[in-house]
């Protein structure tokens, strides 16, 4: 994986996906986190990643511990996603 590539990471507390920012050993940085929600019409992309946190973060940062894994996204999510925070039609 590059950088700018998006990407899901899957960690215990959920499923983010996000632009690839920078990664090390130690953490994995996304710049426009959304985390994956599942609603009764299927799935999508909450406004932040974390209900108490702020609306559209800009970037977060997860330590790799905490990580399961990540993994590129998938093509349908992606578009969606890139739809989702840049207004932009695919």
Known sequence: MKIND???????????????????DSRIKLKDPR???HAGEGMG?????????RENPAEVEFFAS??????????DVEKAYRKMTSGIIL
């Open 6 to 24: 998006v990407v899901s990471v899957v960690t215990p507390a959920g499923e983010f996906i996000g632009k690839l920012a920078d990664q090390t």
């Open 45 to 53: 992309f909450a406004r932040g990643i974390a209900i108490s946190g």
């Open 35 to 37: 985390m994956l929600i």
């Open 66 to 75: 905490g990580v399961v894994f990540i993994t590129p996204t998938n093509d």
